[in-house]
Every structure is written in C-alpha cells, then in structure tokens.
C-alpha cells in the first residue's frame, strides 16, 4: 500500500470519527442531528424541484451532475 494511499485512508478515518462524534457524542448531539436531517430534506427538495424543472428532457448523467 503506497503512502498516498495510507494517507488517505487515515484522512477517511479521522472523518468518519469526527462525523460519528458531531451526531452522537457532543454535547449537542441532538441538535446537530436535527440540523443534519433539515439539511438533507432541502437538498431533496431542491434536487426534486430541479428535476421537475427539466420537464420533457431526459435525466442523463450529465444533467444529474448539473443538479446535484
């Protein structure tokens, strides 16, 4: 396994251990979760808004990268 490669795994750990200590062990936890879970229903709706948008055009990977 290269450096690189070793690098990047321990930068995937330490966010994924950060990730894990924001939504579950802070003392703000709860409201971070909240505030996580607000997020990702604005970003659904936006993605559902733009989609609808495209009306007759077809959803290809070039437009769903545009969107999201």
């Not at 579950?24 to 971070?32: F, G």
């Amino acid at each position: 396994m290269g450096t690189i490669k070793k690098l990047g795994t321990v930068a995937g750990l330490a966010a994924a251990a950060a990730g894990a200590y924001y939504l579950y062990y802070s003392k703000n936890a709860k409201k971070n979760r909240k505030r996580v879970a607000d997020w990702m229903e604005t970003a659904k709706s936006e993605i559902v808004n733009e989609v609808a948008y495209l009306k007759g055009e077809a959803l290809n990977e070039e437009s769903y990268k545009k969107i999201v």
